[in-house]
Nanobody
Framework: QVQLVESGGGLVQAGGSLRLVCTASGLTFSSTIMGWFRQAPGKEREFVSTITWSGGDTYYGDFVKGRFTISRDNAKRTVYLQMHSLQPEDTAVYYC?????????????????????WGQGTQVTVSS
C-alpha cells in the first residue's frame, strides 16, 4: 500500500521559512516523479513544484519566483520543499504527490491529474 506522509507545516510570520517533508512507502521511490501542490480555502489545487526521479530536473509554479526549492533523497525515500519569504497568500494545505515515471517533458508534471498517489496534506499558515 502506497503511503505519502507530509510534515513540517505550521504557523509562520510573513517573511519566514518552512521546510516541508514528504516520506513515501510502498512504491519504488527512486523511479517516481514527486510533486508538491497546494490548495487554499475556496480555491482549486495549485501546482507548486516537481522533481524528477534523479533530482536532476525541477520545475516550479510561476508564483514561486525563486522562493522555494524542491529536493529529494532517494535513500531516505523523502522529498523536501524548502520555502523562504513566505507571504500570507502562501497559506494553504500543501500536498505531496507521486507519479510513476514516464518519459515526458517536465512541464507534464504540473498537472494534478498526472499523479497516482497523494498524501493527506500539511497546513501552512502565514500571518501578516
Amino acid at each position: 500500500q502506497v503511503q505519502l506522509v507530509e510534515s513540517g507545516g505550521g504557523l509562520v510570520q510573513a517573511g519566514g521559512s518552512l521546510r516541508l517533508v514528504c516520506t513515501a512507502s510502498g512504491l519504488t521511490f527512486s523511479s517516481t516523479i514527486m510533486g508538491w501542490f497546494r490548495q487554499a480555502p475556496g480555491k482549486e489545487r495549485e501546482f507548486v513544484s516537481t522533481i524528477t526521479w534523479s533530482g536532476g530536473d525541477t520545475y516550479y509554479g510561476d508564483f514561486v519566483k525563486g522562493r522555494f526549492t524542491i529536493s529529494r533523497d532517494n535513500a531516505k525515500r523523502t522529498v523536501y520543499l524548502q520555502m523562504h519569504s513566505l507571504q500570507p497568500e502562501d497559506t494553504a494545505v500543501y500536498y505531496c504527490a507521486a507519479a510513476t515515471f514516464r518519459l515526458r517533458p517536465i512541464t507534464t508534471w504540473s498537472k494534478a491529474s498526472e499523479y497516482n498517489y497523494w498524501g493527506q496534506g500539511t497546513q501552512v499558515t502565514v500571518s501578516s
